[in-house]
């Protein structure tokens, strides 16, 4: 069983379009954290949400962490083909726990 | 700035064989993760280590063992391997104090 649901799992958009992806569990975190991977490269640290309700925005980026803080969304405004990847969330209490991810394809 | 260094980048090994993943995380971070990951798969966690200390473990099969050393290099030991522990093994570390996680750019282990 999955400790956090990733949905969807894939998502392929033209440039341009907006899209949110979510990250969804039962557990409550301390913080969650939202990482972009690039294939046979490390995961990449993209933001950290700590506090329930909180929204970070990173460019066009906007982070949400859910009030219980259990869940959490990405919004990506005017998507890029450079945004194309692997987006991964990871709830930390103790260790950190990665969902299985949304793969995103931007098509130019 | 320094980042996660894994050794080595590429391994081939044959079934039953061993294999030593090294992970030197970055300078003041006491925190150590092991992942695999599999082929078109989500990062599983092995195992992590905070002060040398095993911290918590996953779904670390028990022919693969791992330390913390007083440096906080971590070594992942994987024994008899299995055509089905080829994978990318990722170690990210981080501080206690600031939870964020830098990953390393991983070992591809290719057993044959």
């Known amino acids: 069983t999955q400790l956090l649901e990733q949905s969807p799992q894939f998502l392929s958009i033209q440039e341009g379009e907006n899209l949110t992806v979510y990250c969804n569990s039962s557990s409550v975190f301390s913080s969650l954290q939202w990482y972009r991977q690039e294939p046979g490269e490390g995961p990449v640290l993209l933001v950290t949400?700590?506090?329930?309700?909180e929204v970070k925005k990173l460019k066009r980026l906007t982070f949400q962490f859910g009030d219980a803080r259990k869940d959490s969304s990405l919004h990506i405004t005017a998507a890029q083909p450079g945004d194309t990847g692997l987006y991964l969330c990871a709830g930390v209490n103790n260790d950190m726990r990665f969902g299985a991810g949304t793969r995103l394809t931007v098509k130019p | 700035a320094a980042g996660v260094i894994q050794s080595p980048r590429h391994l081939i090994k044959e079934k039953r064989e061993t294999a030593t993943l090294k992970c030197y995380p970055i300078p003041r971070h006491d925190t150590v993760y092991w992942y695999q990951q599999g082929p078109g798969q989500d990062p599983q966690f092995l195992i992590s280590?905070?002060?040398?200390?095993?911290?918590d473990k996953g779904s670390i099969p028990d022919r693969f063992s791992a330390q913390q050393f007083s440096d906080y290099h971590s070594e992942l030991n994987m024994s008899s391997l299995e055509l089905g522990d080829s994978a990318l093994y990722f170690c990210?570390?981080?501080?206690?104090?600031?939870?964020?996680?830098?990953f390393g750019q991983g070992t591809r282990l290719t057993v044959v």
């Open positions: 949400v700590v506090t329930g309700g």
């Open positions: 280590f905070y002060e040398k200390m095993q911290s």
């Open positions: 990210a570390s981080s501080s206690r104090m600031n939870t964020e996680a830098f």
